[in-house]
């Protein structure tokens, strides 16, 4: 629908399991973002990518790895969630991180994730 | 430090009727703003933004944005409310110095038929 793709669109864990969410955008932009979305809270940004580096981690904990392997695509690999991990986790991408205001990002539909 | 606050969680408005969903910011300097929505099971799409010029910005689907600087504002405006308007509202805004978006919590919009 917006170019950006997320899979799986649902996924329910325990709480020793790994899982991977991928997040692939089709819109050539070289700046990526996972974001946490919980109910009535704003959006927590909790990565950002550009041209594969690394520029931003929230103060994520360690069960949330990122990986960049390209500027097309980003995974979040989980492991060892707690229950109160679970929300929406979305994927958005953006031309660049420059500062101007023609740049605004572009969202996937989001992995719902249940942590059990 | 630097906030978005969308006051009411849900807003009610009949079929026909205009929609206001409200927004204001605390943010330095001449932020850029930006309204999102959200339709069930989607991610966010973008609807509109203002950078800079005329303080009444149109976007997508018959929406439109009026920015108040005095009040430091920007409130989300439709003249005649659909039922397929029927969604979750996010206000965000930049500080021009800075890449990331700073997020209200989001307004659940409910229009009636």
């Known amino acids: 629908e917006t170019g950006v793709t997320q899979t799986p669109r649902h996924l329910v864990m325990g709480m020793t399991n790994k899982k991977s969410l991928k997040c692939e955008q089709h819109?050539?932009?070289?700046?990526m973002y996972w974001y946490k979305q919980s109910a009535k809270k704003p959006l927590e940004l909790m990565f950002v990518y550009s041209l594969e580096e690394r520029v931003e981690n929230n103060s994520v904990p360690s069960r949330f790895s990122p990986e960049c392997p390209n500027s097309s695509h980003l995974f979040l690999h989980l492991h060892t969630l707690q229950p109160e991990d679970s929300a929406l986790y979305l994927c958005a991408s953006s031309r660049s991180l420059d500062r101007t205001g023609d740049n605004e990002q572009f969202f996937g539909p989001g992995t719902r994730l249940t942590v059990l | 430090a630097q906030s978005v606050a969308q006051p009411e969680d849900q807003v009610n408005v009949a079929e026909g009727n205009p929609l206001t969903v409200k927004c204001t910011y605390s943010v330095s300097g001449n932020p850029y703003l930006f309204w999102y929505v959200q339709y069930p099971n989607r991610g966010l799409q973008f609807l509109l933004k203002y950078i800079t010029g005329d303080n009444l910005v149109k976007g997508s689907y018959g929406f439109e944005a009026e920015f108040n600087k005095s009040q430091t504002s920007f409130h989300l405006k439709k003249p005649s409310a659909l039922v397929s308007d029927s969604a979750l509202y996010f206000c965000?805004?930049?500080?021009?110095?800075?890449?990331?978006?700073?997020w209200g919590a989001g307004t659940k919009l409910i229009i009636k038929p």
């Open positions: 819109l050539g932009h070289n700046a």
């Open positions: 965000a805004v930049r500080d021009r110095s800075n890449y990331q978006l700073i």
